[in-house]
């Protein structure tokens, strides 16, 4: 059922568990996360160097400015991306997220540039960032994986975890990002 909605609309969805007309979508961009998530997704439609690609990116770089959030279009985003709270958020465009990720405000997922780790990380499906997270380097989160605030995570994470503290640290958890990501499409 979900195949026939667009992007935005499944984007759109976490925040309510409703499919939203295109009119109610613009009455939720009264959120900042909402709003921010719009923009970025329309400059993801288009060619960089378009005319409507042209316009896109620098409505986008002005909502990054007001915002805090330094997300490119260039990122690989999966759908139903979900941004929990405003505020501060870096995310390098060479990453990779997967579907149904909720990220949280404070949070750095950034290249590490030397050593075993060097690189971008990928994160799979249905990954919860917790607030003021860190994850850097050619690192990969496997699914269903919950990283707690203020973790620090330059190592790979199996799928069906929890990552707590600096260093982080792994813990099995077959039901990890349960009650904490909702609303998946």
């Keep these: 059922m979900a195949e026939k909605y667009s992007i935005i609309q499944k984007d759109f969805y976490r925040e309510s568990g409703k499919w939203l007309s295109t009119f109610e979508i613009w009455a939720k961009c009264i959120n900042p996360n909402l709003h921010f998530i719009y923009i970025l997704r329309k400059t993801q439609q288009y060619k960089k160097k378009s005319l ?20 490119y279009p260039e990122t ?14 870096v995310i390098n465009p060479k990453v990779k997220i997967g579907k149904n990720c ?9 290249q590490q540039n030397r050593g075993k780790n060097q690189g971008f ?3 799979s499906d249905q990954v ?3 607030t003021n ?3 850097v380097g050619g690192v990969t989160i496997g699914n269903n994986v919950l990283i707690a605030p203020n973790s ?10 929890v990552v707590m503290g600096n260093p982080g640290k792994i813990y099995e958890a077959e039901n ?3 009650g904490y990501i909702n609303h998946t499409v």
């Design 102 to 110: 909720n990220i949280a405000q404070g949070v750095t997922i950034g």
């Design 76 to 89: 690989e985003i999966g759908e139903g991306f979900y941004l929990g709270h405003w505020g501060s958020l």
């Design 121 to 123: 990380p990928t994160i």
């Design 133 to 135: 997270a860190v994850i």
């Design 152 to 161: 620090y995570v330059n190592f790979d994470v199996p799928a069906n975890s």
């Design 52 to 71: 409507l690609g042209v316009f896109w990116r620098m409505v986008l770089r002005h909502h990054q400015i007001k915002y805090g959030f330094q997300i």
């Design 128 to 130: 919860w960032i917790g």
């Design 176 to 178: 990890a990002t349960e």
